[in-house]
């Protein structure tokens, strides 16, 4: 393997995966993510080496399941296929059964499907199997991320079909997001920093110190989502530069490309900086 392949264009040192620092502040282990290197530098952080790392992965799904310790959830559901590790994880930790949302033709039993539309316009077919969910099951639905919602819409629709009620869905960046959310948004309408002139009409408190928010793009997914779960919120297009200039440290190489570089309005390199003001959703 090339130096490259092993420390990545950021010039990071390889990983140790026998030691954690000795203080653990929170959120340690987002630094061991990096920017990809294949491809067109789109600011897209790999989370595999986390993954990797045996504290930094127990200490991320300890931070992400620690809101909904004392919740009524009956079983986990992951979305395939990044949203297994996670979830398998979270089933683990709360001990609680893990349910896979597969794409479809990959489960050999009988199964219920739904289509759905991804991040890339296109339109996909998912499946549970058919006797996973019972009526009045709660869910937590789990992800890697959640980009324009589309995959996740879908999979919500796909365990109330069967009378399931997802109680709560959760990606990656809510470890990310609930780090910044004690900061309000930068001159968000929806903020309780924002002067009240500058307040939207029927604004609430969504965004103050302290309460977070999963956001996520302006789509039709994503709207559908904030409609039925009362911490998202779509993150308006005036608001996307504030959004993208907010980086972590891994994104530091992306900060000096020019304006004809921006990623596409909805490219998935997106959802990570929109995403870091919030947190786990549960429904309106």
């Not at 310790?69 to 986990?76: E, K, L, S």
């Not at 001990?95 to 199964?111: M, N, P, S, W």
């Not at 928010?213 to 993150?235: F, N, P, T």
Request: charged content about 20%; some cysteine.
């Amino acid at each position: 393997m090339t130096a490259r392949g092993l420390a990545g264009s950021t010039g990071a040192l390889p990983m140790d995966l026998r030691t954690a620092p000795a203080s653990r502040e929170q959120g340690w282990y987002l630094k061991l993510m990096a920017p990809n290197i294949k491809g067109p530098t789109y600011a897209w952080l790999d989370p595999s080496r986390l993954y990797c790392h045996p504290q930094a992965l127990h200490d991320c799904v300890e931070d992400l399941v620690q809101p909904f310790w004392n919740d009524a959830i009956d079983q986990v559901v992951g979305i395939d296929a990044m949203g297994f590790i996670l979830g398998a994880a979270i089933a683990v930790t709360l001990q609680k059964g893990f349910v896979a949302i597969r794409k479809v033709g990959h489960l050999c039993v009988e199964t219920f499907t739904q289509t759905y539309r991804d991040y890339s316009a296109r339109d996909k077919v998912m499946e549970i199997r058919t006797d996973a969910i019972r009526p009045g099951l709660r869910v937590l639905l789990v992800d890697q991320w959640v980009e324009t919602g589309g995959t996740m819409r879908g999979a919500i629709q796909l365990v109330e079909r069967q009378g399931g009620v997802v109680a709560v869905y959760l990606r990656l960046p809510d470890c990310i997001t609930r780090i910044f959310a004690t900061r309000p948004l930068p001159r968000c309408s929806n903020c309780s920093s924002s002067p009240p002139t500058q307040r939207a009409p029927g604004w609430r408190a969504r965004c103050r110190p302290g309460i977070a928010a999963i956001c996520i793009e302006d789509s039709d997914s994503g709207r559908w989502l904030k409609s039925h779960y009362k911490w998202s919120h779509c993150v308006p297009p005036h608001l996307m530069p504030q959004f993208n200039a907010h980086q972590l440290d891994s994104f530091q190489a992306f900060r000096s490309r020019p304006p004809s570089e921006e990623q596409p309005q909805g490219h998935p390199s997106r959802i990570l900086t929109q995403a870091r003001q919030g947190v786990g959703s549960t429904p309106a």
